[in-house]
């Protein structure tokens, strides 16, 4: 059945792969497993046709025959879980595997997401400069634990899994502030996940994507 993801018509990150409809397309050259694109203006993402399969209006979702997801990371264990390729088939190794993907979303990536929403729409405030410098503590604590535990390893846990794809997504949106290259381990790990095949396929993808809805 045929596979159908949502993401940005024009991606506000000028098609530098930051967006999270990048994770999914990523996921499923993994896997081997192709698949269409739906794109949606920030109009369209507001409408009905879209509230029904995403109540948030964001992107990603996912649609294969009668399946409706959104939530990247629910979607991404999706993939992972119907396709070899994302997570060992050993029961404790794909349990640190997901325990990895859920250390990336909910303890590394909430600090990170908090430095662009005070980048947005705090940038006016009086408070701006110190909010963002506890901010950036916050990530650099993370970080640092993060860097220690990596230490020389190539990936998290053993092979690739989908825990490191959502770990170097959350990290590469640290990348613009200069923080990552303070963890010299940490922007080699994201190095080796940007020079994978399929990383590099879904990177190009997407950025077609971008150039073309910029001429
Ligand atoms: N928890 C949901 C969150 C999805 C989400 O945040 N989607 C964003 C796009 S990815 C987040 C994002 C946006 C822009 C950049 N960028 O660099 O420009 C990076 C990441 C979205 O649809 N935003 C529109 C809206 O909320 O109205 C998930 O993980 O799927």
Not at 18 to 28: I, K, N, P, T
């Amino acid at each position: 059945m045929t596979i159908t993801i949502t993401a940005f018509e024009r991606s506000p990150d000028g098609g530098k792969g930051l967006a999270r409809g990048m994770r999914v397309r990523w996921a499923l050259e993994e896997v081997g497993q192709p698949y269409e694109v739906r794109l949606l203006s920030f109009k369209a993402m507001r409408e009905q046709g879209h509230l029904a399969l995403q109540p948030f209006g964001q992107i990603p979702t996912y649609e294969e025959g009668d399946l409706v997801l959104f939530e990247t990371g629910a979607i991404i264990f999706h993939i992972a879980e119907r396709h070899a390729g994302l997570l060992p088939r050993e029961a404790n190794a794909r349990a640190r595997a997901i325990m990895w993907m859920f250390a990336a979303l909910s303890t590394v990536e909430p600090p990170i997401v908090e430095h662009f929403v005070a980048g947005f729409v705090e940038r006016d405030k009086s408070w701006h400069r110190e909010r963002l410098e506890i901010v950036d503590e916050r990530i650099r604590k993370r970080l640092g634990e993060l860097s220690q535990r990596l230490g020389e390893g190539e990936w998290l846990d053993g092979a690739f899994s989908a825990g490191d794809l959502l770990m170097i997504s959350v990290l590469q949106r640290i990348k613009s502030s200069g923080i990552l290259d303070e963890y010299a381990n940490l922007a080699a790990y994201v190095a080796r996940g940007e020079a994978r095949p399929a990383y590099r396929r879904a990177f190009a993808d997407q950025l077609a994507v971008f150039k073309a809805a910029s001429n």
